[in-house]
């Protein structure tokens, strides 16, 4: 069956819906050639028959199918962002500028380049704007962008091993909080709840609802429970296994979450 609705991955892992309207028969990986918004755009196809159920917006049509000269402009397209990138981070270093250059961008059609950065404060970029516009023919854009889209423009790997989540499938950033941490009993001093970006990782969003619940079930720390064994107060509780350790008078004791209510005295 020819597919009507092609989802499309184009650089910095966006992806973007387009309709089939011409009826081509496409293949995942396929490079296409699409108009969104009346400006022509190239990228690969990443999935086919995508259901329309879940009103997510379509953004122009697919044109055509890649042809060889389309490979070539997008090639010629990352060859000359390669030397903007080199050539913009030379002039930030000529004047002084504070900022940090990620990534550069170019319309299929050479017309604006896009230029991506990451800063602390505002920067005056019109003189390097103005360089830049002397260097490159078509129109220049500066894009100030934040430290989590910074990792996806560039890339990586996790301590998990795998592409970061960011570059693989999240499309908007959730926010990430310590309480989350907290919450699944992270160090607060530790590194290792630090992505790429040196931000709290975005998976701890997958199970943060998990341990949510879970804590609801269970007693807190430093709470005062009835246990088969006296009255004690916790002081561990293993989330996984639900299982809770109290301190009593005659020493630690580890309990199911049912065993436990009131103290006697309460």
């Given at each position: 069956?020819i597919?009507?609705?092609?989802?499309?991955?184009?650089?910095?892992?966006?992806?973007?819906?387009?309709?089939?309207?011409?009826?081509?028969?496409?293949?995942?990986?396929d490079?296409?050639?699409?108009?969104?918004g009346?400006?022509l755009?190239?990228?690969?196809?990443?999935?086919?028959?995508?259901?329309?159920?879940?009103r997510?917006?379509?953004?122009?049509?697919i044109?055509?199918?890649?042809?060889?000269?389309d490979?070539a402009?997008?090639h010629?397209?990352?060859?000359?962002?390669?030397?903007?990138?080199?050539?913009?981070?030379?002039?930030?270093?000529?004047h002084?500028?504070?900022m940090?250059?990620?990534d550069?961008?170019?319309?299929?059609?050479?017309?604006?380049?896009?230029?991506?950065?990451?800063?602390e404060?505002?920067?005056?970029?019109?003189?390097?704007?103005?360089?830049?516009a002397?260097?490159?023919?078509?129109?220049?854009e500066?894009?100030?962008?934040?430290?989590?889209?910074?990792?996806r423009r560039?890339?990586?790997?996790?301590?998990?091993g795998?592409?970061?989540?960011?570059?693989?499938?999240?499309?908007?950033?959730?926010?990430?909080?310590?309480?989350?941490?907290?919450?699944?009993?992270?160090s607060?001093?530790?590194n290792?709840?630090?992505?790429?970006?040196s931000?709290l990782?975005?998976c701890?969003?997958y199970?943060?609802?998990f341990?949510?619940?879970?804590?609801?079930?269970?007693?807190?720390?430093?709470?005062?429970?009835g246990?088969?064994?006296?009255d004690?107060?916790?002081?561990k509780?293993?989330?996984?296994?639900?299982r809770?350790?109290?301190?009593?008078?005659?020493?630690?004791?580890?309990?199911?979450?049912?065993?436990?209510?009131?103290?006697?005295?309460?």
């Open positions: 069956m597919p009507t609705l092609v989802e499309v991955l184009f650089k910095e892992a966006r992806t973007r819906r387009f309709s089939n309207g011409n009826q081509l028969e496409l293949c995942q990986r490079l296409v050639v699409v108009n969104s009346g400006a755009e190239i990228g690969a196809v990443l999935r086919m028959d995508v259901p329309p159920a879940d997510k917006p379509v953004h122009g049509e044109v055509r199918k890649a042809t060889d000269e490979a402009r997008l010629a397209n990352r060859r000359r962002e390669a030397e903007a990138f080199h050539a913009c981070g030379g002039l930030v270093t000529k002084g500028l504070s940090k250059l990620v550069v961008e170019s319309k299929f059609d050479g017309s604006k380049l896009t230029f991506f950065f990451t800063a404060k505002r920067v005056d970029f019109r003189a390097l704007v103005r360089d830049l002397s260097m490159f023919r078509g129109r220049i500066m894009h100030q962008i934040g430290v989590r889209d910074e990792a560039q890339g990586g790997f996790g301590m998990c795998r592409e970061l989540c960011c570059v693989r499938w999240i499309k908007a950033f959730a926010p990430v909080t310590l309480k989350m941490a907290k919450e699944q009993n992270l607060m001093t530790s290792k709840m630090l992505g790429l970006c931000r990782m975005c701890l969003n199970e943060d609802r341990y949510e619940q879970a804590h609801a079930q269970l007693p807190r720390v430093g709470t005062a429970v246990t088969p064994k006296g004690g107060t916790v002081f509780v293993d989330l996984m296994r639900q809770v350790h109290v301190r009593l008078e005659d020493g630690p004791a580890e309990f199911d979450a049912g065993e436990l209510g009131e103290p006697k005295g309460k």
